[in-house]
């Protein structure tokens, strides 16, 4: 495994809720994505954000999908954005403008296509968002088009590249894990967004301190894991952790999530609404551990 000589950060844990707590108490998050025939995709992202603990979940999705993404789960909301006749969003920023205001963390690109104008809108929400945003999927891939792109990365940025996602934008083959996890260090040092560089043994690093994952399981190589772990990242910024903290925590709750659902259904696979029903486990598995031992994992 390939090595890096950074401090590894405390493993954070969610303070319980206040008795006098109500939703607005635990933050408004905003996902931005999905297309017809990735409607999947974002809906998934908005459960494990709700499951997570967001106080509200918002998916913008194209018009056209958003009967579709509404079908799957009445714990979320869906805000309809302009698109093109084969179902990607076309909208500009105007559209999503009171939307970001609102928000506590966005999430941005689970099944969203990647467009000329999406390659605009991605870089209008990282430069207009006065909020943290989660960067996933297609809107690595639309980031990765914009020539300056490094310029738009900030400490409210949290990048979530795939292997695949992280050799589009930092030129280093998918196969050499070592080049890969050493550009990504050095993209943090330099910009001091977040990156968690997914895969066997997810490194999260903001360049100043970093981690490479010991829970999860190969039951997880299915198509969606990601997309969850975006929600969850996402919502764990919504309720007062910083982008590190809620990239360090949320990958941990997300492997061990599949760990347990792996175990109780006696699968070869964890299909990702599983993944989301295992995670008030997770956490809960988390918090017992952290205070019965006093560490982390
Ligand atoms: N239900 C839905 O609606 C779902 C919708 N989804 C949406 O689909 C969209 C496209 O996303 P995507 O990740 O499938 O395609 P893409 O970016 O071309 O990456 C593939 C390339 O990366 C590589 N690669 C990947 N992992 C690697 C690894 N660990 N280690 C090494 N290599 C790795 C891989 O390599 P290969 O498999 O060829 O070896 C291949 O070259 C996106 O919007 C997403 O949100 C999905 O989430 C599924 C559920
Ligand atoms: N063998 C594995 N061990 C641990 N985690 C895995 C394994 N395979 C996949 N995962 C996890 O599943 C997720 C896959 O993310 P991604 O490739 O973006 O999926 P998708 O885009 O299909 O949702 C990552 O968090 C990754 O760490
Ligand atoms: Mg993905």
Not at 109 to 115: A, H, I, L, V
Not at 199 to 222: H, I, K, Q, W
């Amino acid at each position: 495994m390939p090595d890096h000589d950074l401090p590894s950060p405390t493993l954070p844990r969610l303070k319980p809720r206040a008795k006098d707590s109500h939703k607005g108490s635990f933050g408004n998050a905003l996902l931005i994505g999905g297309s017809r025939g990735m409607a999947g995709s974002i809906a998934l992202s908005g459960l494990a954000a709700a499951r997570t603990g967001a106080g509200l979940v918002r998916l913008a999705v194209p018009d056209r999908c958003l009967e579709t993404v509404a079908s799957f789960s009445p714990c979320t909301m869906t805000i309809p954005l302009t698109n093109s006749s084969a179902g990607q969003i076309t909208a500009s920023i105007e559209e999503l403008t009171a939307h970001l205001e609102a928000a506590n963390c966005i999430g941005i690109g689970p099944g969203m296509g990647g467009s000329p104008e999406l390659q605009q809108l991605v870089q209008d929400v990282l430069r207009t968002a006065q909020c943290p945003v989660v960067v996933d999927a297609d809107a690595l891939n639309n980031l990765g088009a914009i020539s300056n792109w490094r310029e738009l990365l900030s400490e409210k940025v949290v990048l979530t590249p795939h292997p695949g996602e992280w050799s589009r934008l930092s030129g280093m083959a998918a196969s050499d894990r070592e080049a890969q996890v050493a550009a990504a260090i050095e993209h943090a040092k330099q910009s001091g967004a977040t990156i968690v560089l997914k895969g066997y043994r997810t490194l999260v690093t903001d360049g100043v301190e970093a981690a490479f994952n010991s829970t999860g399981t190969p039951a997880m190589a299915t198509g969606g894991s990601g997309d969850v772990l975006t929600g969850i990242i996402t919502a764990l910024i919504c309720q007062g952790l910083s982008p590190l903290e809620a990239a360090h925590l949320g990958v941990t709750v997300h492997g061990l999530s599949g760990e347990l659902a792996e175990r109780a259904l006696s699968t070869r696979v964890v299909l990702p609404p599983e993944l989301i029903q295992y995670l008030p486990l997770a956490l809960g598995a988390h918090a017992e551990q952290r205070s019965s031992r006093g560490i982390g994992f």
